[in-house]
């Protein structure tokens, strides 16, 4: 008998579901009025306005799915939808999400990583779509830490055996710079600042590029290259009102955070261009610095593939040089030696490495003492007596012990 | 490879029975002289070596048979604690003259490199032709590596001898495959972490450890275990009350060892009947230096399905190699940490395997 339904005609709740000719009808057994008829679904009692119910709710899909899956499915789409992703995105992180819910693992995980479990499947289909973004913005917006982040993401590329693409650098450049409020004037940006996005866009892509080429991008997070390359540009634009600005005053003006390796990456990529002015006849006598070679930019950008041929040479081919001759004689080769090997010029070309390679090395990596343990040696009963505690020292650490936990246990005067 | 049938003899060797220096040298002079060899009735190995005279088949030049030699009195001073050829007479006549096959070509090579270490190192890294991964050394004790069977190497060893009368060694061992000379380079990578097991066999009680060892650690609401460090070797144990001891932080399966012995011996002597039971190797941590850059970029891009690369979570590149079954972490700079492996080949395999592939990414 179907509950809380009563007879419109003789108020009787004595209703009965029958059939006629294969239609399900609700038939009141006192004064046999038909109440409800042609429905074919009836999962709510409002039914009887012939209401209509839309199909997630209907088809009881929803039934097999467990609450907590349902919420997470739900924060999938609102997380795209703030992102403002295409809706062809929505369905393929819907789909990793349940693909990853079927894993027990993923089901009996806590609250938290289910939320973060959340970002990482927008994150790899927006990796796997060339959308640029970082993983810092999504744990911002789930308010999640990163390393509980980077866990759950490692473990669900394995599970799901993914192939995850890099991080595109062309398309963040381009998304990042485009956030900057830059392009236009208002309180906060006087004229002299402002700039057209374009021009911006392209020369920090050609820094970026040039960064990359010269190992400053490898094994770094992406993203303080970006800043620093972005105010390289966008200083050179118009250098004369612009090289007072810091990069941190810039950040405040183009209302992003500064990133905190940004400013030596910003030392780094100077230096780079600093060593291609080097090659560049009209700039050599100018004996530029750190500050001067950013009115320059454009032209080293202009010349970059030559210049960096000619300001760098192929580091490499140098390490393996010094390599052999470090195994040959057994002693470090130093890098004077090479720099004179060069001739005239007092600044030979520097070799192309990633500034790790470059800087000196902090510890002397001193060879291992050569050891001839067996495993089975004597173990002298000295030696293992060092390691106990003699009784006198036992009392007297228990007391001490007893001491610590009477002075922690004492209430506090009244 | 197939341990050889001279494996067990080992222990005995380390009881010299000969002792060394001005009587060895005396001893190298006759045996160098084959008719003297017959003469002196006090070398108990002329017998041996009478029918074939004193190296038998590996003399180069039968006219000149100091060539072979003459770094022999050289070696046999520097290398302290190792033995000469003499020691070797209580053993079979193929077994003496494998090994001196081998003394031979360690003491022709070790003149022509850097003779600062006699490690195992040194051994292995100089003719750069697979030597090293194959000798397949445990320990790093000489001693020991002279016997350690080798089959292969002796193989590969006697084609670089201008000899053609090594056959008979040939004939005996085996042909294991072996990886080209091309592949492999100078570079040895460096062990650096062991973590292993035992089972002491007794219930242990942790506070009563905590209490009366002065090396420990204990706070069971924290972590439900002693932590006991030792200072040698520099390890570190965490010591559970069902008896078992994880010990980490030896750099070599012997230091493991005698570490984990060590610890067991320390919970002995607090009164417990430990006994050293199921001592087992988990987990060994190598790294090395390739010397090049590598662009980090275009190796995911060749080889996705194994690699691994979140520059925006970690600066180096994983690549999870399926055989063997060991992790390589590989950074921009060219240094490779090898992680995963239970055994030191495992390590030597991973690391040929790596080198090959980071070759190609070499520029230039």
């Given at each position: 008998m179907p509950g809380g339904g009563r007879c419109?005609?003789?108020?009787?709740?004595?209703?009965v579901e029958d059939s006629h000719y294969s239609q399900s009808q609700l038939v009141?057994?006192?004064?046999?009025?038909?109440?409800?008829?042609?429905?074919?679904?009836?999962?709510?009692?409002?039914?009887g306005n012939l209401r209509e119910v839309t199909y997630s709710r209907s088809t009881g899909e929803n039934e097999q799915v467990s609450r907590s899956q349902q919420r997470g499915l739900r924060r999938v789409r609102d997380i795209c939808r703030v992102l403002q992703l295409p809706s062809t995105f929505e369905d393929t992180a819907v789909a990793y999400y349940q693909q990853a819910y079927r894993h027990s693992g993923m089901r009996a995980a806590r609250l938290q990583k289910k939320e973060v479990l959340v970002g990482c499947c927008v994150l790899i289909t927006c990796r796997q779509h060339n959308w640029p973004l970082t993983m810092g913005t999504i744990c911002t917006l789930l308010y999640a830490d990163l390393d509980v982040f980077s866990g759950t993401y490692m473990q669900i590329v394995k599970l799901l055996g993914l192939d995850v693409p890099s991080l595109c650098l062309a398309e963040l450049v381009k998304t990042y710079c485009s956030s900057?409020?830059?392009f236009q004037a208002s309180p906060s940006v006087p004229a002299k600042y402002v700039e057209e996005k374009e021009k911006l866009l392209s020369r920090t892509l050609q820094l970026v590029e040039l960064a990359d080429e010269t190992w400053l991008?490898?094994?770094?997070?992406p993203l303080p290259v970006i800043t620093a390359a972005s105010f390289l540009a966008w200083q050179s634009l118009?250098?004369?009102?612009?090289?007072?600005?810091?990069l941190a005053q810039f950040c405040k003006l183009a209302n992003i955070d500064l990133p905190h390796p940004a400013s030596s990456r910003l030392q780094e990529l100077l230096g780079v261009l600093l060593r291609m002015a080097e090659q560049l006849a009209w700039l050599q006598?100018?004996?530029?610095?750190k500050r001067s070679v950013v009115k320059y930019i454009g032209d080293l950008l202009q010349h970059r593939h030559t210049l960096v041929r000619t300001a760098f040479r192929d580091g490499t081919a140098e390490m393996e040089t010094q390599e052999k001759e470090r195994q040959g004689q057994g002693e470090e080769v130093e890098n004077s030696s090479l720099g004179l090997s060069?001739?005239?010029?007092?600044?030979?070309?520097?070799?192309?490495?990633?500034p790790c390679m470059l800087?000196?090395?902090?510890?002397?990596?001193s060879t291992p003492a050569i050891s001839t343990v067996t495993g089975d040696e004597n173990i002298s009963d000295s030696e293992i007596e060092q390691y106990l505690r003699t009784p006198q020292e036992v009392r007297d650490f228990q007391r001490a012990q007893a001491a610590g936990q009477a002075a922690t246990s004492v209430p506090n005067p009244p | 490879m197939p341990p050889g049938?001279?494996?067990?003899p080992t222990s005995t060797l380390?009881?010299?029975?000969w002792p060394m220096d001005e009587e060895t040298y005396m001893d190298l002079d006759l045996y160098l002289d084959p008719w003297a060899a017959q003469d002196h009735?006090?070398?108990?190995?002329s017998s041996v070596f009478s029918p074939v005279g004193p190296y038998g088949a590996y003399i180069p030049n039968p006219s000149n048979p100091g060539t072979a030699f003459n770094s022999y009195p050289v070696e046999a001073k520097e290398k302290s604690g190792s033995l000469s050829p003499?020691?070797?007479?209580?053993?079979t006549d193929e077994l003496t003259q494998e090994n001196k096959d081998q003394n031979v070509i360690r003491s022709k090579h070790e003149p022509e490199?850097?003779?600062?270490?006699?490690?195992q190192q040194s051994q292995l890294s100089?003719?750069?032709?697979?030597v090293g991964p194959s000798?397949?050394?445990?320990?790093?004790?000489n001693s020991q590596s002279h016997l350690h069977p080798d089959d292969a190497n002796a193989v590969q060893c006697s084609?670089?001898?201008?000899?053609?009368?090594?056959l008979p060694l040939a004939s005996i061992t085996p042909m294991t495959p072996m990886t080209?000379?091309?592949?492999?380079?100078?570079i040895v990578p460096e062990l650096q972490n062991i973590v292993c097991t035992i089972n002491l066999a007794c219930k242990l009680d942790l506070r009563e450890i905590a209490l009366r060892a002065k090396n420990t650690e204990y706070n069971p609401q924290r972590f439900s275990a002693v932590i006991m460090r030792i200072r040698e070797p520099r390890t570190t144990a965490l010591i559970f009350s069902s008896g078992k001891i994880v010990c980490t932080g030896a750099k070599s399966e012997e230091q493991s060892r005698l570490a984990a012995r060590k610890f067991a011996r320390v919970v002995q002597k607090l009164g417990f009947p430990a006994r050293f039971l199921d001592?087992?190797?988990h987990n060994m941590v190598g790294s090395c230096d390739v010397g090049f850059p590598i662009r980090l970029e275009g190796l995911v891009l060749a080889h996705q399905q194994f690699c691994s690369y979140e520059p925006e979570l970690f600066p180096g590149l994983i690549y999870r190699m399926v055989k063997p079954r060991v992790v390589v972490l590989i950074f921009v700079s060219g240094k490779v940490v090898l992680a995963g492996?239970?055994?030191r080949s495992e390590i030597y395999e991973a690391f040929e395997n790596i080198y090959s592939i980071l070759k190609v990414f070499k520029k230039g």
């Open positions: 419109p005609d003789c108020d009787s709740t004595e209703l009141c057994s006192d004064c046999g009025c038909v109440v409800t008829e042609g429905v074919l679904t009836t999962t709510f009692s409002d039914e900057f409020k830059l991008v490898t094994g770094r997070h118009q250098p004369s009102h612009r090289l007072r600005c810091s006598v100018l004996k530029l610095d060069q001739g005239k010029r007092p600044a030979s070309p520097a070799l192309l490495l990633p800087k000196p090395p902090k510890r002397i990596c | 049938p001279w494996a067990a380390t009881q010299r029975p009735p006090a070398l108990p190995w003499v020691d070797l007479s209580f053993l490199e850097n003779p600062k270490t006699q490690s100089p003719s750069g032709q697979g000798l397949n050394c445990s320990g790093s004790s084609p670089e001898k201008p000899i053609s009368n090594s080209p000379v091309s592949e492999c380079c100078g001592f087992k190797i492996a239970k055994k």
